[in-house]
């Protein structure tokens, strides 16, 4: 079956670096992935969406130049945290969508990200 | 604008007993419902789909879900419930035109299995 593969899938790093979370649609070409957040204990929040060849759509509060989000190609979309701050500290899941309008979301196993 | 709600945001049942999570909707269009399962550190794993054919949907690991129109609702049932079934659940819902819509995911239900 169809595999999101993401990467890393914890990382830690200090306030001020930038870190980079990669997201692969393994055995399907994705135009479209999601960047989900998700806080201790509570549900997934849509960041951003992402489009392969032009530029992601933020949802409402979502910093643009803090969570950049780069979809070169069919099968890859990263997600940058720009100036990490402890606050930025959490949960990362990327989801794809094979083409198609009755396939399912795919999601990546999530990456930790932990700001000291 | 579409919606999920997830009665009880923890759910314990004995092994072997039924288990039952609840999720009402609310959705201006026809809608696509979801229900994922989320293991400790992972992402989710889809478990089944309601996209306006039969109402009673049967997913994987034994789990079946019923949309009722008049009841806004799409509860998350199995007979039977297995230790492997702790995990956190997740409602969701989509316009018809999912294949570019986002999902809106309910609050989760934290589902606990005694021995």
């Known amino acids: 079956g169809a595999v999101v593969s993401q990467h890393p899938s914890w990382v830690i790093c200090k306030s001020g670096t930038s870190v980079k979370i990669e997201c692969r649609s393994l055995?399907?070409?994705?135009?479209?992935m999601f960047w989900y957040r998700q806080f201790p204990k509570q549900s997934l929040m849509l960041m951003a969406t992402?489009?392969?060849?032009?530029?992601?759509?933020?949802e409402q509060g979502v910093e643009k130049d803090k969570f950049l989000i780069n979809h070169a190609s069919l099968t890859l979309s990263t997600l940058t945290v720009t100036s990490a701050h402890p606050e930025d500290s959490s949960f990362y899941i990327c989801?794809?969508?094979?083409?198609?309008?009755?396939?399912?979301?795919?999601f990546g196993n999530g990456t930790r990200l932990t700001v000291t | 604008a579409q919606s999920v709600t997830q009665l009880g945001s923890h759910v314990s049942v004995s092994e072997g007993a039924l288990v039952l999570l609840r999720c009402n909707y609310s959705?201006?269009?026809?809608?696509?419902l979801f229900w994922y399962v989320q293991y400790p550190n992972q992402g989710l794993q889809l478990l089944l789909k309601?996209?306006?054919?039969?109402?009673l949907v049967k997913g994987i690991n034994g789990f079946e879900a019923e949309f009722k129109k008049s009841e806004t609702s799409f509860h998350l049932t199995k007979p039977s419930a297995h230790m492997s079934d702790a995990a956190e659940y997740f409602c969701?819902?989509?316009?018809?035109?999912?294949?570019?819509?986002?999902?809106?995911f309910g609050t989760g239900t934290r589902l606990t299995i005694i021995p």
């Open positions: 969701a819902v989509s316009g018809p035109n999912f294949g570019n819509e986002k999902l809106t």
């Open positions: 309601y996209t306006s054919a039969a109402t």
């Open positions: 992402s489009n392969e060849g032009s530029k992601a759509t933020y």
């Open positions: 989801s794809a969508r094979d083409q198609g309008n009755d396939s399912p979301l795919h």
């Open positions: 055995d399907f070409q994705a135009t479209t």
């Open positions: 959705s201006s269009v026809p809608p696509y």
